[in-house]
């Protein structure tokens, strides 16, 4: 069974950073394309981030060079480096599984961890 | 800016046929932007229904397919159920690497 358990939210004042955790199980890690999605409670989603099996990265423009998005194929694990945080960035951020074989598709999904940015 | 266009808003009558659809603000979505579709209930993590513009994901029911028609990618679900009552929202992938959602239809199912 595919499991994504993403850690590391909380509340922080605009400008400081924080580190995204996503431990992935049930699959192949590393064969896999891994993405970041966010979520305003009551609004729409975002995507933020991915990072394909080669470890090329790409980026929403919304967070470019201020967000960082890696994985440790021999943790199973997905990070977001946030750095320089907007309150704007507030949002439930999720870690997704691709379907692999160039489908450009989310296929499972974690429950998500919160991130507040305020004074 | 590239910006995936939905209907805010559907209603459907139980048993009925709706398509929702999915378009950029310029230009024609193909089988290139890899069209995919997800459903999301309040509180829940979202659900793939479709991905590659028409493959159903494992234990989704036959009455939701997806399509292109005309320059937009659709889902149809026939025979709506109450059940279907959600948010759903697409995702494309652009030539450039970076993914877009659509900013995600609400249906009403009565």
């Given at each position: ?119 | ?37 997800y ?7 979202p659900?793939t ?40 929202y ?21």
């Open positions: 069974e595919v499991q994504l358990l993403e850690s590391g939210g909380g509340l922080v004042q605009p400008g400081e950073s924080l580190r995204l955790s996503c431990a992935a199980s049930g699959f192949t890690f590393s064969s896999y394309t891994m993405t970041w999605v966010r979520q305003v409670p009551g609004k729409g989603l975002e995507w933020v981030s991915s990072i394909n099996s080669g470890s090329r990265t790409y980026y929403a423009d919304s967070v470019k060079g201020r967000f960082t998005i890696s994985r440790d194929n021999s943790k199973n694990t997905l990070y977001l480096q946030m750095n320089s945080l907007r309150a704007e960035d507030t949002a439930v951020y999720s870690c997704a599984k691709d379907y692999g074989s160039g489908t450009y598709s989310l296929q499972y999904w974690g429950q998500g961890t919160p991130v507040t940015v305020s004074s | 800016q590239t910006v995936v266009t939905q209907e805010p808003s559907f209603s459907v009558s139980p048993g009925g046929t709706v398509t929702l659809t999915c378009g950029l603000s310029s230009g024609s979505v193909s089988t290139s932007n890899y069209p995919s579709w459903q999301q209930t309040p509180g829940q993590a659900r229904l479709i991905y590659s513009t028409n493959i159903r994901s494992s234990g989704v029911p036959d009455r939701f397919s997806g399509s292109i028609l005309g320059n937009k990618a659709a889902l149809t679900i026939t025979g709506a159920q109450a059940d279907d009552e959600s948010d759903y697409c995702l494309l992938y652009m030539a450039s690497g970076i993914w877009v959602f659509g900013g995600g239809t609400k249906l009403t199912v009565l």
